[in-house]
């Protein structure tokens, strides 16, 4: 993310960070009376059951003030009837990839994927060693990235295969075959993630997912969260007090009250609520807010989340708030641990 401004021109400039139905819109905006510079990185990840799809595009647009949200709206629009009319093209993808007898396996949402990316069949061939392949290619529109997971080694020509498929899926490509006639997005049809949570006395514990899917993918999903869920949240729960009891803790532990204390006659909406955008547990940030403090893990495409609650004015001033990064390191430990072997 940048911020183009021209010389001798003045203005004042602001971030505006958006997530509109799973997709990220980020930019950085110099306004002056007329008009808006907008430079601005803008794209998705969706999530399928076989693989992982992201793009991402960075661009410069002069828009006229107040013309900037119909933009965003525009770009969000734009995705998302590519993201639906490419349907047919994933489809095949999975087809020819079994065709092939590459031995891909259903996505599973705690495995940690490898950040090291593959642009040449040698590169494919070495990254299926640890049983994910990290695909790239940068088109002229932007940069699109495919994870896919695996359970045995591939050679030069199976790797060089899934290049050439892969490159039917470069999103200029899929882009190409969408237009305004196809069919629409229809509401609900695409969905900005998922969150379910477990709540205790002292802390709510959440798992979120921040890739968009498909409605019709929703139970899929929906089953794997939900048995990580109830896999880590008893053991996190008694962790967390032998935590307390050892004053390990970055907060004052009798200041913590419910989520149903905190929320009363609402409780029932708020801690049944799954859209990631309206979740109290906040996966895009901030960690600390009005409503309450966060402590957060990454686990593959899942973000593990414990929300802590105060009557009142949280003391950042308690001698404990030192211990915030020792107490994460905690969490990610624990949760890395019940989560295997597929973390």
Request: no cysteine.
């Given at each position: 993310m940048f911020l183009h401004k021209p010389n001798k021109i003045r203005g004042s400039h602001f971030l505006l960070l958006k997530r509109v139905a799973g997709i990220f819109l980020c930019s950085a905006i110099l306004m002056?009376?007329?008009?808006?510079?907008v430079s601005s990185n803008a794209g998705f990840t969706i999530l399928e059951p076989y693989f992982q799809y992201s793009f991402y595009e960075s661009n410069r647009k002069i828009l006229r003030a107040g013309d900037e949200g119909a933009y965003?709206?525009?770009?969000?629009?734009?995705?998302?009837?590519?993201?639906?009319?490419?349907?047919?093209?994933?489809?095949?993808?999975?087809?020819?990839?079994?065709?092939?007898?590459?031995?891909?396996?259903?996505?599973?949402?705690?495995?940690?994927?490898?950040?090291?990316?593959?642009?040449?069949?040698?590169?494919?061939?070495?990254?299926?060693?640890?049983?994910?392949?990290?695909?790239?290619?940068?088109?002229?529109?932007?940069t699109t990235e495919l994870w896919i997971q695996i359970d045995a080694t591939l050679g030069l020509k199976e790797s060089e295969t899934l290049l050439e498929l892969f490159?039917?899926?470069?999103?200029?490509?899929?882009?190409?075959?969408?237009?305004?006639?196809?069919?629409?997005?229809?509401?609900?049809?695409?969905?900005?993630?998922l969150v379910f949570a477990e709540h205790f006395e002292q802390f709510s514990l959440g798992v979120s997912l921040?890739?968009?899917?498909?409605?019709?993918?929703?139970?899929?999903?929906?089953?794997?969260?939900?048995?990580?869920?109830?896999?880590?949240?008893?053991?996190?729960?008694?962790?967390?007090?032998?935590?307390?009891?050892?004053?390990?803790?970055?907060?004052?532990?009798?200041?913590?009250?419910?989520?149903?204390?905190?929320?009363?006659?609402?409780?029932?909406?708020?801690?049944?609520?799954?859209?990631?955008?309206?979740?109290?547990?906040?996966?895009y940030g901030p960690l600390f807010d009005d409503f309450g403090r966060r402590s957060s893990t990454q686990a593959g495409s899942l973000q593990i989340s414990m929300l802590f609650l105060t009557q009142g004015a949280w003391n950042d001033k308690s001698p404990l708030a030192g211990q915030r990064g020792q107490f994460e390191h905690w969490l990610h430990l624990i949760s890395k641990r019940l989560i295997d072997p597929v973390y």
């Open positions: 002056y009376p007329k008009e808006a510079w965003w709206k525009n770009k969000n629009n734009r995705f998302n009837r590519v993201l639906k009319n490419a349907e047919p093209q994933f489809e095949k993808f999975v087809s020819a990839v079994n065709k092939a007898r590459i031995s891909m396996v259903p996505f599973r949402l705690t495995k940690e994927m490898d950040k090291n990316t593959a642009r040449t069949a040698a590169e494919v061939a070495q990254q299926s060693l640890s049983k994910s392949v990290h695909l790239i290619a940068d088109g002229h529109l932007g490159n039917d899926l470069q999103f200029e490509k899929l882009e190409e075959n969408t237009s305004d006639d196809n069919v629409p997005v229809n509401e609900g049809e695409l969905l900005k993630g921040t890739s968009t899917i498909r409605a019709k993918n929703l139970n899929r999903f929906k089953k794997e969260m939900q048995g990580v869920l109830k896999k880590i949240a008893p053991e996190i729960n008694d962790g967390f007090k032998d935590q307390v009891s050892k004053n390990l803790f970055w907060g004052e532990p009798a200041d913590l009250i419910s989520l149903k204390q905190k929320t009363g006659s609402r409780f029932d909406a708020v801690a049944n609520e799954t859209d990631p955008v309206r979740s109290v547990f906040n996966p």
